[in-house]
């Protein structure tokens, strides 16, 4: 049996579907493509500098010190946007460790009790309890993906040598609307910014690490219900108007003793 391959989404763009035109990430070939090789794009437990520079084949991620710089391979294509993923590189094959199917576990109870008052009137009581614990293990490489605007003034950077700090201050801007704060992340925009109405721009470079070795994201759902009903079933006596006289019937159809 031959290896088995991931599908990889080949639009250079956020929409996409059936008949509608896309701009290819690897020319020629069809929107979805089966690929062995499929790779997190630029993501590191180090952290990658992410390169965005067209046709970039090369990117830098810190070492597990934090204090120095390592090569990073950038999967074909991987310039274009930040995060997702692409054909071969440094970052972990595709869907490692991800949980197809969330653990769960179910609890339910039920009970019924019933009594007969007379011919007409039963009275009951019902109780009913469940509980659904689920836990999913959001552990796969992606899932655990941070992107950082590290600005020209973080005090850490104080403390690397000058070349770590040119090699981070060098790509200002190279993923300016893609962070985890919330900010634009360019020095471009934070100039230009109050006169097109960004006004939550600040100079600085996006670093995208997995933090999957320091911080495993799991969500664990707890769900209780507790049901409680007391009722009553009963029948109704029929009454026929005959003339002056109303005649009072039972459910069977005969009539009451008098």
Same mark, same amino acid.
């Given at each position: 049996?031959?290896?088995?391959?991931?599908?990889?989404?080949?639009?250079?763009?956020?929409?996409?579907?059936?008949?509608?035109?896309?701009?290819?990430?690897?020319?020629?070939?069809?929107?979805?493509?089966?690929?062995?090789?499929?790779?997190?794009?630029? $993501? @590191?437990? /180090?952290? +990658?500098?992410?390169? !965005?520079?067209?046709?970039?084949?090369?990117?830098? =991620?810190? &070492?597990?010190?934090?204090?120095?710089?390592?090569?990073?391979?950038?999967?074909?294509?991987?310039?274009?946007?930040?995060?997702?993923?692409?054909?071969?590189?440094?970052?972990?094959?595709?869907?490692?460790?991800?949980?197809?199917?969330?653990?769960?576990?179910?609890?339910?109870?039920?009970?019924?009790?019933?009594?007969?008052?007379?011919?007409?009137?039963?009275?009951?009581?019902? $109780? @009913?309890? /469940?509980? +659904?614990?689920?836990? !999913?293990?959001?552990?796969?490489?992606?899932?655990? =993906?941070? &992107?950082?605007?590290?600005?020209?003034?973080?005090?850490?950077?104080?403390?690397?040598?000058?070349?770590?700090?040119?090699?981070?201050?060098?790509?200002?801007?190279?993923?300016?609307?893609?962070?985890?704060?919330?900010?634009?992340?360019?020095?471009?925009?934070?100039?230009?910014?109050?006169?097109?109405?960004?006004?939550?721009?600040?100079?600085?470079?996006?670093?995208?690490?997995?933090?999957?070795?320091?911080?495993?994201?799991?969500?664990?759902?707890?769900?209780?219900?507790?049901?409680?009903?007391?009722?009553?079933?009963?029948?109704?006596?029929?009454?026929?108007?005959?003339?002056?006289?109303?005649?009072?019937?039972?459910?069977?159809?005969?009539?009451?003793?008098?």
């Amino acid at each position: 049996m031959g290896a088995v391959g991931h599908l990889y989404n080949n639009a250079n763009g956020f929409f996409g579907g059936a008949n509608v035109p896309f701009t290819a990430n690897i020319p020629g070939q069809p929107h979805f493509v089966l690929v062995q090789g499929l790779r997190q794009n630029q $993501l @590191s437990r /180090g952290g +990658v500098i992410f390169n !965005n520079t067209p046709n970039a084949t090369i990117a830098q =991620q810190f &070492n597990a010190a934090g204090t120095g710089l390592t090569n990073f391979a950038i999967g074909q294509q991987g310039f274009r946007a930040i995060g997702g993923q692409v054909v071969g590189g440094d970052g972990d094959p595709a869907y490692t460790n991800l949980t197809l199917q969330p653990n769960v576990e179910r609890k339910t109870s039920f009970s019924h009790l019933e009594y007969e008052f007379n011919d007409s009137v039963t009275g009951y009581a019902e $109780l @009913s309890y /469940g509980q +659904v614990q689920g836990v !999913n293990n959001q552990w796969e490489s992606g899932q655990n =993906q941070s &992107n950082v605007c590290i600005r020209p003034d973080n005090g850490y950077l104080a403390g690397l040598s000058a070349g770590v700090r040119s090699a981070v201050t060098g790509l200002d801007g190279n993923s300016a609307f893609v962070n985890d704060n919330n900010v634009v992340c360019s020095g471009l925009f934070a100039a230009i910014g109050p006169g097109i109405g960004i006004l939550n721009a600040v100079p600085g470079t996006v670093i995208s690490k997995n933090w999957q070795g320091q911080n495993l994201e799991t969500v664990t759902t707890d769900t209780k219900v507790t049901r409680g009903v007391l009722g009553a079933n009963g029948k109704l006596i029929l009454v026929e108007n005959s003339g002056a006289e109303a005649i009072w019937r039972r459910p069977d159809g005969l009539q009451p003793k008098t």
